[in-house]
Each structure stands twice: as C-alpha cells, then as structure tokens.
C-alpha cells in the first residue's frame, strides 16, 4: 500500500504545474510595480484577469491583467487609483518543474489622467482589452 502512495506522489510532483488566473495576476502586479517610482508603495484594486479570446497553446494562459494602482510620487505621497493592464502569456516550465514562465506584451499605467474610456495609438481602449471596471 506504501508503494502505491509512493508511486501516486512521485507522478503528482513530477506533472507540470499549468499557469492560473491566480498566478498570473501576481506576476502582473509585480510587473506594474516595477515600472512604478517606489515599487514597494504599490497598492493594488480591483485587478482581475480577462483571457485572451482564442489561446493558442494547450496548457498556456495569455490575457490581460487590468485593475487600479496607486503608488508613491517623487515626494513620496501616493497618487490616486490609476487604471492599468498588462498582457501576459503563461506557459509551464516543463514536466519536471511546477512554476511557469511567462512574456510580457503591452502595458500602460494610465498615470496622466486618461480614463479608462481612453484610445491608445493601437486603437483599442482599455474597455476593449479588460471588460468594464466592477464597481468598488
């Protein structure tokens, strides 16, 4: 019977880990932070993560990371709540690892005031890429 839960765990901990919404919301909000002034004064709302349409890549995960953040200015009093997104593709390390790893795509922090109904170069608006804000 030990042999048994033996050979089930080795086969558990040897299976791929496959990227989650979880994951890839903690790996977008380190990112935002570090393109902030002070990376450790980030504050966090309402981020949530909108899959891509159409994925490619069984067993990957690509989308937008969207919410709010606020961090602290060259004065070192925090800003308002500003929209941001970041676009991540996740895949699985490998058979033999349980983490992910991961490219970023485009991202902006809305830091100058645009609204989230705003039209970037590309064309899209922030609605387009991260579904409408949920209210707070």
Not at 7 to 22: G, H, Y
Not at 23 to 40: F, N, R, S, T
Request: proline residues 4%.
């Amino acid at each position: 019977m030990k042999n048994v839960f033996l050979c089930a765990f080795a086969v558990l901990s040897l299976t791929a880990c496959k990227p989650t919404e979880e994951k890839a919301m903690q790996l977008g909000q380190k990112e935002i932070a570090q393109g902030l002034k002070d990376p450790d004064s980030a504050k966090f709302k309402l981020v949530r993560f909108n899959r891509d349409k159409t994925q490619k890549v069984p067993d990957s995960l690509s989308g937008y990371v969207c919410g709010r953040v606020a961090g602290k200015n060259s004065f070192g009093a925090y800003v308002g709540y500003q929209p941001f997104y970041i676009h991540l593709a996740l895949t699985p390390k490998g058979t033999f690892s349980s983490g992910v790893t991961y490219t970023v795509g485009d991202k902006a922090i809305y830091l100058d005031g645009r609204t989230e109904e705003w039209i970037d170069v590309d064309g899209n608006t922030y609605v387009n890429r991260c579904g409408i804000t949920p209210t707070e």
